[in-house]
């Protein structure tokens, strides 16, 4: 007798209804100057994360819009428990912006500015104390079922056939996908908010592998799945990224940087596999981690 396909996986449930993933706290800084108070605002601190990115400063119209989106987006993300946004003060996408945006969502997040606060390390202990602050609660997974996960896809083409079996077997049981378009085609817009269950969607790709997987999780992915070779590697600070071998010849080159090959599990085997990712697994990158975040451009900097 073939046994019953699992439909469920043990996420974090939300206050506003979202399901994450993982729990992290979230030292997000809104421009290029206030990366190095976010980096020292985690330090020490238990599941606490940060991003780096060389934007948010100067940045006007579509671009700077579409950096608030994706900023947002990430603060307000599942996988986030509470979020401090750490600004200059000055800056063209300014913090308090994405702190609203954030909380629009109805999720936690404060505002820190460096120059309110008197410098990068007073600013730096101020986001942290907040992180301590809402890393004091205790969160715990619960059973949710499936159709309460949206699997980001990202490069899969490598993968052949296979790889949209993946996707096909995902869809069956319940799940949402989110794919990517060429830049500029059809498709919702990079990193807006998608919301649905059992569905499949297009985002409009970034402008490189990296770009594209910060969009999907702009958007709303609480996992990503992608191909593993020598252009597409590593994770992301927010949603684990299940990477995907296709090639022998990388096999042995990349073993410490894919979760297996293509051709370890059958289509199903590989969406119990994400499940098991989804309830607290880690993935290579995870355990490595090898993790990037990059946000895509549509304009230059004055």
Known sequence: MAMASRNTFMGYC????????????????????????AARAIDGIPHAVTVEHPVGCAQIGADREQTLRVLVGIGSHPNVRGCAVLGLGCEGVPAAEV????????????????????????????????LKEW??????????????????????????????????AFLER???VLGVSAPGSSGFAYGERFV??????VMQGGSGPSETITGLVASGSQIILAQADGQNLGGH??????RLGYEERLQMALHDDMDGMIGDRSAEGWVDWI???????????EAEGVLSFAISRVGPTL
Do not use: F, W
């Open 174 to 176: 319940g799940g949402s």
């Open 275 to 285: 499940l098991e990712v989804a309830s607290g697994r880690h993935t290579m990158a």
């Open 14 to 37: 939300r206050a506003n209804g979202a399901v994450g993933v993982r729990d992290y706290l979230l030292a997000l800084p809104s421009v290029v100057c206030a990366t190095r108070a």
């Open 135 to 168: 890393g004091r609660s205790l969160s715990s997974r619960d059973e949710v079922s499936l159709s309460r996960l949206m699997l980001g896809i990202g490069p899969i083409e490598g993968l052949g056939a296979a790889g949209r079996e993946i996707v096909e």
């Open 196 to 201: 649905g269950a059992g569905q499949r969607t």
């Open 237 to 242: 600070p927010i949603a684990p990224v299940v």
């Open 99 to 130: 702190r609203d945006g954030i909380l629009l969502c109805a999720r936690a997040a404060e505002v820190v500015t460096i120059q309110s606060c008197g410098g990068t390390e007073k600013a730096a202990m101020c986001a942290g104390q907040l």
